[in-house]
């Protein structure tokens, strides 16, 4: 027969072994769901739209439509008519956990596009989550990605204009 110090070990072991069975089994429900809320400043003026284009992966950030998960534009003056500055937050709702980047610009003229001069520079103001420099070109999936893991994930975003 076992002595008492003997099943106690044998004991604490089958009972961790059901605990990490019934962990191991147990899973979260398969499309966690949240909130992505924009908070933009450093806008030159009130004229346009703000165009936001969300994207969950590399491929194609930040031009390619096709590989948007959202795009949206919001019209500044109408955003902003009870408020006294000129930041404004956007929030898209019911989104899948997992890592995005953002591309913003201001679509002064309304034509829904980034406009460029005569080198492929910005002519109107742009940005990128996490600030995401854009260093010879547009910035990069990698330095613009953030996580959505809760309820709402806040982003600020500085816009930038040509010089």
Sequence with gaps: MATRSQLVPLLLATVGSVVISSA????L?????????IEVSD????EG???FKLFSG????PNDDEAM???ECVSISEHLATSENADFTVTFDDLTYGTYALAIYHDRNQDGELNRGMFGMPIEGYGFSNDAPAVDGP??????VFF???SNTTIAIRMKYPQ
């Design 43 to 46: 806008l030159q003026d009130q």
């Design 29 to 37: 429900p398969a499309n966690l769901t949240g909130s992505i809320t």
């Design 49 to 51: 739209n703000i165009c």
């Design 69 to 71: 998960v959202k795009r």
């Design 24 to 27: 191991a089994d147990a899973q």
């Design 148 to 150: 959505l893991a809760g």
């Design 139 to 144: 910035a990069q999936f990698d330095d613009a």
């Design 58 to 61: 590399r491929q194609g950030f």
